[in-house]
């Protein structure tokens, strides 16, 4: 006799795997979701999605697992389908973790995002990209400062972090740095939702994408869609914006799901022309011209400016970069590297000798991230690790090349320099004129 339910498990990284469940699966009495199972975020595993979120059909919740056990709970709960939910992993990664799912017996699923993104009563921008840390924020923070000065009311909605109490991040609004002690956030949220504070916006984000969309809808004309990863929309948009970056030149057909935000965009933003190599760029204007011939094309540089009395030239520094750019993103480098090395530092010394506690498993587990500090910070005591690290290092000055004020949240014995970046367009188009362009369309 045939099961009366599809079981599933839903593989993720606490962002996507949750959305997918609550607007597809929470309510639809034709599956059971017997498990999540996660990876890339620290001590997410061995947890609960929980009642309060999981719906009447899950009343107990439904536990979060370890990755490394999908084989065997796929053939201790007889499950039908596997549902990978999480971005920015080589298309070879994926088809990996699929082979795994079929030789325990499983069908291997990919949802679309026709049967995941929401639909809203106000217009909505996003924002995405083809791999981490190649410019999403930087663009968005310019739309919404635009979108400001056109008179428009707008408000932020960014991918899914929840790191903590989940059932308490259903839905989070933050609008001042109170806000954000208050969600007790982490690093990586803070280098999200600091920059809008700084700009006088509200960011939302949380876990129930559903009910942050409809508390946003009340306080905007403009929805902006601020992707994490290389994922797609939660929200379905009617301007795509994707930002493509030189220095990973290929990599835009070779990551899930950065190629599918490629082939979908409206508008590419290929970021950081100044610090790229004219191949590399030559490389990603053909890709994009074969790929997605109807796409606007925005050229555009990232800015760098520096904070801070401290001199680098001469000095031996330490450069402390964005987590996620540096681990799973698989840069060698960002905006902190970039100006020691312009500003004419002496050496780049490397922390790896000094690493403490979770931040050395960081580097054992991403042996690529080389002489750079990752930023790493997803619970207290990452946070602790990072401020012993910092304090270990032999070096006369620190080069912070995060989003946010580091110094605000661990304890820096040493000089500072505060490196910014934003995003310059060269010429037209640019998202003035692409903004100016959809308004009149949408007739805003």
Same mark, same amino acid.
């Given at each position: 006799?045939?099961?009366?339910?599809?079981?599933?498990?839903?593989?993720?990284?606490?962002? !996507? =795997?949750?959305?997918?469940?609550?607007?597809?699966?929470?309510?639809?009495?034709?599956?059971?979701?017997?498990?999540?199972?996660?990876?890339?975020? /620290?001590?997410?595993?061995? $947890?609960?999605? /929980?009642?309060?979120?999981?719906?009447?059909?899950?009343?107990?919740? &439904?536990?979060?697992?370890?990755?490394?056990?999908?084989?065997? #709970?796929?053939?201790?709960?007889?499950?039908? !389908?596997?549902?990978?939910?999480?971005?920015?992993?080589?298309?070879?990664?994926?088809?990996?973790?699929?082979?795994?799912?079929?030789?325990?017996?499983?069908?291997?699923?990919?949802?679309?995002?026709?049967?995941?993104?929401? /639909?809203?009563?106000?217009?909505?921008?996003?924002?995405?990209?083809?791999?981490?840390?190649?410019?999403?924020?930087?663009?968005?923070?310019?739309?919404? !400062?635009?979108?400001?000065?056109?008179?428009?009311?707008?408000?932020?909605?960014?991918?899914? @972090?929840?790191?903590?109490?989940?059932?308490? +991040?259903?839905? +989070?609004?933050?609008? *001042?740095?109170?806000?954000? $002690?208050?969600?007790?956030?982490?690093?990586?949220?803070?280098?999200?939702?600091?920059?809008?504070?700084?700009?006088?916006?509200?960011?939302?984000?949380?876990?129930?994408?559903?009910?942050?969309?409809?508390?946003?809808?009340?306080e905007a004309d403009i929805i902006l869609w601020d992707g994490g990863n290389n994922d797609f929309p939660f929200y379905r948009p009617d301007l795509e914006i994707v930002v493509a970056d030189p220095h990973r030149a290929g990599h835009e057909l070779q990551y899930h799901p950065g190629e599918v935000n490629l082939k979908r965009a409206d508008v590419v933003i290929i970021n950081k022309l100044d610090s790229a190599e004219a191949e590399a760029v030559r490389k990603l204007r053909?890709?994009?011209?074969?790929?997605?011939?109807?796409?606007?094309?925005?050229?555009?540089?990232?800015? &760098?400016?520096?904070?801070?009395?401290? *001199?680098?030239?001469?000095?031996?520094?330490?450069?402390?970069? =964005?987590?996620?750019? #540096?681990?799973?993103?698989? @840069?060698?480098?960002?905006?902190?590297?970039?100006?020691?090395?312009?500003?004419?530092?002496?050496?780049?010394?490397?922390?790896?000798?000094?690493?403490?506690?979770?931040? !050395?498993?960081?580097?054992?587990?991403?042996?690529?991230?080389?002489?750079?500090? %990752?930023?790493?910070?997803?619970?207290?005591?990452?946070? +602790?690790?990072?401020?012993?690290?910092?304090?270990?290092?032999?070096?006369?000055?620190?080069?912070?090349?995060? %989003?946010?004020?580091?110094?605000?949240?661990?304890?820096?014995?040493?000089?500072?320099?505060?490196?910014?970046?934003?995003?310059?367009?060269?010429?037209?188009?640019?998202?003035?004129?692409?903004?100016?362009?959809?308004?009149?369309?949408?007739?805003?």
């Open positions: 006799m045939a099961d009366a339910k599809t079981r599933v498990i839903i593989m993720g990284a606490a962002g !996507r =795997d949750f959305h997918n469940f609550n607007v597809f699966f929470r309510a639809n009495p034709e599956y059971e979701v017997v498990a999540f199972t996660a990876t890339q975020i /620290p001590g997410i595993e061995d $947890k609960r999605y /929980p009642p309060g979120l999981s719906g009447k059909l899950y009343p107990d919740g &439904i536990p979060i697992f370890p990755e490394e056990k999908l084989t065997c #709970l796929i053939r201790e709960h007889g499950v039908h !389908r596997v549902v990978f939910a999480y971005s920015d992993v080589r298309h070879e990664y994926v088809m990996h973790r699929a082979s795994d799912a079929m030789a325990a017996g499983a069908d291997f699923w990919l949802m679309g995002p026709d049967s995941t993104m929401l /639909p809203s009563s106000r217009k909505v921008i996003s924002v995405c990209a083809v791999r981490t840390g190649c410019g999403k924020s930087q663009t968005s923070r310019k739309i919404v !400062r635009l979108l400001k000065e056109k008179g428009k009311r707008v408000a932020a909605v960014r991918h899914a @972090m929840p790191y903590g109490d989940l059932e308490k +991040q259903k839905v +989070q609004r933050f609008a *001042s740095l109170d806000d954000l $002690k208050k969600h007790n956030c982490t690093i990586e949220e803070m280098e999200e939702y600091e920059p809008y504070i700084d700009l006088g916006a509200a960011i939302y984000a949380g876990v129930d994408y559903e009910a942050i969309l409809r508390e946003a809808e009340k053909d890709t994009i011209a074969a790929h997605n011939p109807k796409a606007e094309v925005i050229d555009a540089d990232s800015l &760098i400016t520096l904070e801070g009395d401290a *001199s680098i030239e001469g000095r031996r520094v330490l450069v402390v970069e =964005d987590g996620p750019t #540096l681990t799973h993103g698989e @840069m060698r480098y960002g905006a902190g590297t970039l100006a020691a090395q312009r500003q004419g530092a002496r050496e780049l010394v490397d922390p790896r000798p000094w690493a403490q506690g979770t931040i !050395r498993d960081t580097f054992d587990r991403y042996p690529g991230i080389g002489a750079l500090l %990752p930023a790493m910070g997803y619970g207290p005591q990452q946070i +602790q690790d990072l401020e012993r690290t910092i304090h270990a290092v032999e070096c006369d000055l620190v080069v912070i090349g995060t %989003p946010i004020d580091l110094s605000r949240i661990v304890r820096i014995d040493k000089p500072t320099v505060r490196v910014r970046y934003e995003l310059a367009e060269r010429g037209t188009p640019n998202l003035n004129t692409v903004l100016d362009g959809f308004l009149k369309t949408q007739g805003l």
